[in-house]
């Protein structure tokens, strides 16, 4: 082994506790500079997304992504959106976009549909998601489970039916993502809770975002 290699690899794993101790100190995943949340509403335009009784999922996602943007930015968080108005966007375009914009976390947000009369909000993550990235689809699905939305379905890996598989929005993004399925539009309960307490919801994915963001955990926090 030539001295040139050895440090090479030296400075490999320099590089590697290095980073694994800045994560370790800040107790969030790594990000550099002030942080920028990409959020996704799912669907737009031609493509409506799920569809029950003349309801359709493209404008519950907005809405929701809408208010969610809102209150991060109240916040003092900068949010950028691949959508926020009724257009197409094509999956690929949403991830170059929070790609190239280097986004902290990509958020998108979607609606469940089933031919059985289901109920509840699960969160999807990429098969391959760290427990670092696991934790911002966790912390997300928990605040809106302690707003009551039904059935907590889980924090899901893969795609829906194979777990092999991932949504394209949580692979090809290369920051932390997950894809929330916000109640199932197939399910009248399921719509009168998102539409009755959608601000509630909007605060709790908001807050569960926000949570990955502190650099310190708040030390007056029990
Ligand atoms: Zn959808």
Same mark, same amino acid.
């Given at each position: 082994m030539g001295k040139n290699r050895i440090m090479r690899i030296a400075a490999a794993v320099l590089a590697v506790a290095t980073a694994g101790l800045i994560c370790w100190q800040m107790g969030v995943f790594e990000f550099s500079g002030k942080p920028k949340i990409c959020l996704d509403a799912g669907h737009g335009g031609s493509d409506v997304g799920a569809e029950y009784n003349g309801r359709y999922e493209k404008d519950d996602n907005l809405k929701l992504t809408l208010a969610v943007g809102e209150i991060l930015e109240e916040n003092g968080v900068k949010v950028i959106y691949?959508?926020? @108005?009724?257009e197409t966007v094509e999956l690929e375009e949403r991830a170059e976009f929070a790609n190239k914009k280097k986004a902290t976390y990509f958020v998108s947000i979607h609606r469940n549909s089933a031919a059985a009369n289901v109920s509840g909000v699960e969160i999807w993550i990429e098969n391959t998601a760290t427990l670092y990235e696991e934790r911002l689809a966790k912390d997300i699905l928990d605040k809106i489970d302690a707003a009551g939305f039904g059935k907590n379905r889980g924090v899901k890996r893969g795609y829906q039916g194979d777990?092999?598989?991932?949504?394209l929005v949580n692979s090809a993004t290369e920051m932390p993502s997950c894809l929330v @399925?916000?109640?199932?539009?197939?399910t009248p309960a399921d719509n009168k809770l998102f539409d009755e307490k959608l601000d509630e919801y909007a605060q709790a994915i908001a807050e569960g975002i926000m949570k990955n963001l502190e650099v310190e955990e708040n030390s007056t926090e029990e």
């Open positions: 691949t959508r926020t @108005e009724d777990s092999s598989a991932n949504y @399925e916000m109640g199932f539009i197939t």
